[in-house]
T-cell receptor, first 112, second 113 residues
Framework: DQQVKQNSPSLSVQEGRISILNCDYT??????FLWYKKYPAEGPTFLIS?????DKNEDGRFTVFLNKSAKHLSLHIVPSQPGDSAVYFC???????????FGKGITLSVRP | DSGVTQTPKHLITATGQRVTLRCSPR?????VYWYQQSLDQGLQFLIQ???????AKGNILERFSAQQFPDLHSELNLSSLELGDSALYFC????????????FGSGTRLTVV
């Protein structure tokens, strides 16, 4: 039962353009959402998060949007840079529970 | 360097064997989490310890066990290994007992042959 879904396994964008990474969830108890970035041979690195009381959170080039009614969130990267090429994981948690439920990840390739 | 140290980085062992994976959290972090990433899968939560006590348990097999020691390092013990246990095992740590962006180590790649 995949409660966090990243349906597209990969995405390729041109440097300088916008990257939009999508994530859907099924568990209505999820109230905190995170994005992690992972380079090969490294562990995931926390990127940005959003609480369910907000619908947008921005940090530099990274913005996460949350649509609770659609149980959908997205990560926007503007402008995309070659160094952004990595696997991006969407994750969610419910209440004070420390456990994170991760999606399978999406591989982003930014072409120079 | 994230500050979370996992050893060994790679491990190859035979079916039926037992291995121990070690994790040293970032200085000051009290929570340690273990995750498993199998091929083409997201990270699956295994278990969490907070200041030496088990705090939460996920889909951890009975053949697997973990503990957190007084110096806060943690060990994940995997026994009676099967081919399907081959995976990346990540440890993460955080200061608080909460889901707020914990820091991951670089993982231990376990290959069972």
């Amino acid at each position: 039962d995949q409660q966090v879904k990243q349906n597209s396994p990969s995405l390729s964008v041109q440097e300088g353009r916008i990257s939009i990474l999508n994530c859907d969830y099924t568990n209505s108890m999820f109230d905190y959402f995170l994005w992690y970035k992972k380079y090969p041979a490294e562990g995931p690195t926390f990127l940005i998060s959003i609480s369910s009381i907000k619908d947008k959170n921005e940090d530099g080039r990274f913005t996460v949007f949350l649509n609770k009614s659609a149980k959908h969130l997205s990560l926007h990267i503007v402008p995309s840079q070659p160094g952004d090429s990595a696997v991006y994981f969407c994750a969610a948690s419910a209440g004070a529970n420390s456990k994170l439920t991760f999606g399978k990840g999406i591989t982003l390739s930014v072409r120079p | 360097d994230s500050g979370v140290t996992q050893t060994p980085k790679h491990l190859i062992t035979a079916t039926g064997q037992r291995v121990t994976l070690r994790c040293s959290p970032r200085s000051g972090d009290l929570s340690v989490y273990w995750y498993q990433q199998s091929l083409d899968q997201g990270l699956q939560f295994l278990i969490q310890y907070y200041n030496g006590e088990e705090r939460a348990k996920g889909n951890i097999l009975e053949r697997f066990s973990a503990q957190q020691f007084p110096d806060l390092h943690s060990e994940l013990n995997l026994s009676s290994l099967e081919l399907g246990d081959s995976a990346l095992y990540f440890c993460a740590s955080s200061v608080v007992d909460g889901p707020y962006g914990y820091t991951f180590g670089s993982g231990t790649r376990l290959t069972v042959v």
